[in-house]
T-cell receptor, first 115, second 112 residues
């Protein structure tokens, strides 16, 4: 099955460490997204990418960076992790060719804890 | 401002009882609307979506939702809940620039 995968699924790290979360998809979608989920706040958009050369900041991009290595891969980095970046992180994809779809498909999430 | 409001943070219903989860949106046009479900330890799964046409939409797992333009609402319903429906439910809409705006979620617990 075409899928969205995230690695690692769980990660515990210390303040100041550099962390990379990876997302891969086999759906053939051109658009990819990174969200973080915090209790009571729903999902908030960190970064999104419409194709390999088009990367955009979301509403909470400070402290994060991304890399779109290929159409199927989109990585999120925390250059110097801090405790308030402890959250559940989701990658999502969508297909711009389906103009009426507007649907995003989500990976299983990465639970990140920064001590 | 574009936003989604889910006024109920946590709801508990008895197994077999009916369910309605509320959702109101703020947007300048008719949005594309979604309900997603997140089971414990899982990602988000799309339950149903509304783009246009019939304002009552059917989804997976026996869920349905009704779009009411006059109330800016898109409430989710199920006639009889099962223990496996315990999860967190997110209402969302597609705004612009390929962005989906999510509500803060409603956690559903099922009483045996």
């Amino acid at each position: 099955d075409a899928d969205v995968t995230q690695t690692p699924r769980n990660r515990i790290t210390k303040t100041g460490k550099r962390i990379m979360l990876e997302c891969s998809q086999t759906k053939g979608h051109d658009r990819m997204y990174w969200y973080r989920q915090d209790p009571g706040l729903g999902l908030r958009l960190i970064y999104y990418s419409f194709d390999v050369k088009d990367i955009n900041k979301g509403e909470i991009s400070d402290g994060y960076s991304v890399s779109r290595q290929a159409q199927a891969k989109f990585s999120l980095s925390l250059e110097s992790a801090i405790p308030n970046q402890t959250a559940l992180y989701f990658c999502a994809t969508s297909d711009s060719s389906k103009t009426r779809a507007r649907e995003q498909f989500f990976g299983p999430g990465t639970r990140l804890t920064v001590l | 401002a574009q936003s989604v409001t889910q006024p109920d943070i946590h709801i508990t219903v008895s197994e077999g009882a009916s369910l309605e989860l509320r959702c109101n949106y703020s947007y300048g046009a008719t949005p594309y609307l979604f309900w997603y479900v997140q089971s414990p330890g899982q990602g988000l799964q799309l339950l149903l979506k509304y783009f246009s046409g019939d304002t009552l939409v059917q989804g997976i797992k026996g869920f349905e939702a009704e779009f009411k333009r006059s109330q800016s609402s898109f409430n989710l319903r199920k006639p009889s809940v099962h223990w496996s429906d315990a999860a967190e439910y997110f209402c969302a809409f597609y705004s612009s620039a390929s962005k989906i705006i999510f509500g803060s979620g409603t956690r559903l617990s099922i009483r045996p």
